[in-house]
C-alpha cells in the first residue's frame, strides 16, 4: 500500500483564485492592509480563511511549528466574572510553556480585523472562546482551516466545538427551587441577553422549579439585562412597578445582582427582609456587599484550567470533539435570602 499522501497547505495564489484579485494584492492585503481598499482587504482576509492559508511568521518555531502562544477571546473584559477563568487558563499555559493573548470583544468591530490578522499571519497555536460566538464570521467548515479551538463558559452545540461548562439549568433550577422553600411565590427573574445560550438554559431553571412546584409562569415578571450593573438597577425598577411585586428575584449574575440590591436600598427596601435576592457566578463581590449575596458558585478557575488542559489536548492532535467537560457548581447561602413571613 501508498503512503497516504498528505494535503498540500494553501497557497497564495489559492487566496488570489478565490477572492479573485492578484497574488500581488494579496500579499499587499495581508502584509501592507493600509495601501488597499477596506473592501478589498475584507475580501481577501475572508478568502485566506476559507481556504486555509496560514503564512508563517518571522520569530515562529520552525522546528515545531509553533508560537506557544493561545489567544482568549474575552466577550468584555471589564465584566469581573471572566478574572479567574482567566486566571485558570494563563496559570495552566504558563505551566506548559504558553503565552497567553487576551482579545476583548466589547467593541467588536474594532478588533475582528485583528483577531483574523493573527490567525492568518499563524501568530497563536490555540483559541479559548470565553463566550458562545467566534468574533468573526466563519461557517462550521471554514472553522476546519482555524488554529483548534476550545469553549469555555458557554454551551453552543451549533460551533461543534469541545466545551468546559457547568449545567446552567439545573443549577438555576435549584436555585430557584431554594426561593421555593422559603415560602416565596412571586419570584421575578432577571435575565441575560436572549441570544445566549447559557441564559436560555437559566431561564429554562426558572420555568421548570415554578411548573414543578404547580405555579404558572408570568412573564411580567421575567425582565431582561445585559449583565451590568446598571441593568440589574433598571430591571428591579420594572419589577417593583408591577401590581403585585416580587418578594424574591433570581439573576442570571451576579453584577445584575448587586446592582438590583443597590437599587432596592435606593428604594428603601430592605435585603432580605423586604425582598430576596439570588445571584449567580460567586464573584469576589458576592461575599463582601452588604448583606453578602446568596448565588450559585462556579468553579471558574477550574473552568479555566480545564479549558487550557482541553486545548493542549487538542494541539498535541488528540481528538477532542466529545470532549465537553462538565464541571459541577453549589449554591452558597449567605445574607441576602430569607424565608417569607407566615401571615
Known sequence: MKPKKQAAAATMKDVALKAKVSTATVSRALMNPDK?????????????????????????NVKRNETSTILVIVPDICDPFFSEIIRGIEVTAAKHGYLVLIGDCAHQNQQEKTFINLIIARQIDGMVLLSSRLPFDASVEEQRNLPPMVMSNEFAPGLQLPTVHIDNLTAAFNA?????????????????????????????????ALRRSGFSVDPHYIARGDFTFEAGGNALMQLLELPQPPTAIFCHSDVMALGALSCAKRQGLKVPDDLSIVGFDNIALA????????????????????????LLDQMRGQNVTGGSRLMECELIVRGSTRALPQN
Open 176 to 208: 430557584m427551587n431554594y426561593l421555593l422553600e422559603l415560602g416565596h411565590r412571586r419570584i421575578g427573574c432577571i435575565a441575560g441577553p436572549e441570544e445566549m445560550p447559557l441564559c436560555h438554559y437559566r431561564l429554562q431553571g426558572y420555568v421548570q
Open 287 to 310: 461575599e463582601f456587599c452588604d448583606p453578602p449575596l446568596t448565588t450559585v458558585a462556579q468553579p471558574r478557575f477550574e473552568i479555566g484550567r480545564e479549558a487550557m488542559l482541553l
Open 36 to 60: 488597499v481598499s477596506h473592501s478589498t482587504r475584507s475580501r481577501v482576509e475572508q478568502a485566506a480563511l476559507e481556504v486555509g492559508y496560514l503564512p508563517q511568521p518571522l520569530g515562529r
